[in-house]
C-alpha cells in the first residue's frame, strides 16, 4: 500500500502562528478566492515524496536517522509569492536567518531519499512557509499591496529542533497530516 507523504519542520511557536493569522486575514479582505494554509498545518517542506510504498518507511526511519544534524534558529522575516507578483499562486512567509541551515538539511534528506530511488528533485531548495494557494486574485492592486506591505516584517524566530516525515491525507476541506516518524537534532 501508498503513502502520501513528505518531510518537513513542525512551525508550533504560536506568537507565530497568530502574526500569520492576522496576515492572512488580511488577504482575505483583498476580495479574492485564496485557499488559506490551516494554522496546524503550516511547515517548512523539506522534500516532497507523494505516494511511497509504505514498506520502506522502517528503513528509510533507520536510514534517516543517520542524519547528525546540529539543532539551528530560523528567522521567518518577509512575505512573497511564486511564480511572481504579476502572476501570484502561491503567497509565503520568508526565510532570513538559518536558510543555509535549512538547504544543507534539505539536501542531506535527497541523498537519504536517492538511495531508495525516490522522486528526485530538480529544483533548487527555497526555505518558506506557504500560507496561501490563490484561485482567483480578487483586487490584484490590494493584494500585491498587502503582499508588499509585509516584505520587511518580522514573523519570529524559532529553534528547529526536529523534522518529520509527515503522512498526508487529501481530503474535502483540506490536507490531513501526520507523523510517520519524527527525527531529533542534536
Not at 502574526?19 to 496546524?40: D, M, S, Y
Not at 498545518?41 to 528503513?59: A, C, R, S, V, Y
Not at 490563490?134 to 493584494?143: E, T
Request: aromatic share 8%.
Amino acid at each position: 500500500m501508498s503513502v502520501r507523504s513528505f518531510f518537513a519542520v513542525e512551525l508550533n511557536a504560536k506568537p507565530i502562528i497568530n502574526k500569520i493569522i492576522a496576515f492572512q486575514n488580511k488577504l482575505i479582505e483583498t476580495g479574492g478566492r485564496i485557499k488559506l494554509v490551516a494554522p496546524e498545518n503550516i511547515h517548512l517542506t523539506m522534500k516532497f515524496l507523494g505516494d511511497i510504498d509504505e514498506k520502506i518507511l522502517p528503513d528509510l526511519q533507520k536510514e534517516t536517522e543517520t542524519i547528525s544534524f546540529e539543532k539551528f534558529l530560523v528567522e521567518y522575516r518577509g512575505t512573497g509569492c511564486l511564480p511572481n507578483l504579476q502572476r501570484i499562486n502561491t503567497i509565503y512567509i520568508d526565510v532570513k536567518k538559518g536558510k543555509e541551515k535549512l538547504t544543507e538539511l534539505a539536501k542531506e534528506i535527497e541523498e537519504i531519499c536517492s538511495k531508495f530511488n525516490l522522486r528526485k528533485e530538480t529544483r533548487a531548495y527555497k526555505a518558506h512557509l506557504t500560507i496561501g494557494r490563490v484561485k482567483y486574485p480578487g483586487d490584484k492592486q490590494l493584494l500585491i499591496e498587502r503582499i508588499k506591505e509585509q516584505q520587511e516584517e518580522l514573523f519570529g524566530e524559532v529553534e528547529v529542533t526536529s523534522f518529520q516525515l509527515k503522512k498526508s491525507i487529501l481530503t474535502p476541506t483540506g490536507p490531513k497530516y501526520s507523523d510517520l516518524f519524527r527525527i531529533n537534532l542534536k
